[in-house]
């Protein structure tokens, strides 16, 4: 079943920002810099699970986010979700975590994984905020939302 429908899509929306998808932001000291840096940018979905249920591309191509100064940006069919995050480049795999400042996710934190290849980010976060995953699934019954994106010219 893929996510369609407009409560599917606000539902997403809430999901997805804090995502934001937003992976790379800001760095606690020198060891993060460099994985803070390779984020930055505009990224754009190539396709998203949650709980083990994919996005409907529709939704996809409705998403930005963009990453840069120790902030995420998230829109979602014109919707804003903004906020923080700090990378852990002493993980492995590589960690953030995801503060929300403005939009649904204000207040809420997401811990997360991520992983770089060229201009392809691949991220997962647990939208329970309960702990950071382990590695890049989103199983049924869990609220990981595991997303890939690719880089977007600016």
């Known amino acids: 079943m893929h996510l369609t429908n407009v409560e599917s899509l606000s539902r997403a929306f809430k999901m997805l920002v804090c995502v934001g998808f937003a992976a790379a932001a800001t760095s606690a000291g020198a060891a993060e810099a460099p ?8 990224w754009k979905p190539l396709k998203a ?4 249920q994919p996005m409907a591309e529709e939704i996809l191509k409705m998403i930005t986010l963009r990453l840069g100064d120790g902030r995420y940006v998230v829109t979602v069919g014109g919707q804003l979700d903004k906020g923080t995050c700090a990378i852990d480049s002493s993980t492995q795999p590589k960690g953030m975590t ?3 400042t403005e939009g649904p996710n204000q ?3 997401f811990p997360a994984i991520f992983e770089l290849e060229g201009d ?3 991220i997962c976060y647990d939208l329970s ?6 590695e890049f699934k989103s ?10 994106y690719h880089r977007a010219k600016e």
Not at 49 to 52: A, T
Not at 139 to 148: D, H, N, V
């Open 107 to 109: 207040g809420k934190t």
């Open 139 to 148: 199983l049924p019954g869990t609220r990981l939302y595991l997303a890939t």
């Open 98 to 100: 995801i503060t929300g």
């Open 35 to 42: 994985a803070a840096k390779a984020v930055q940018g505009l």
């Open 120 to 122: 392809t980010l691949r």
């Open 49 to 52: 699970e949650l709980g083990g």
């Open 129 to 134: 905020g309960k702990r950071r995953p382990t």
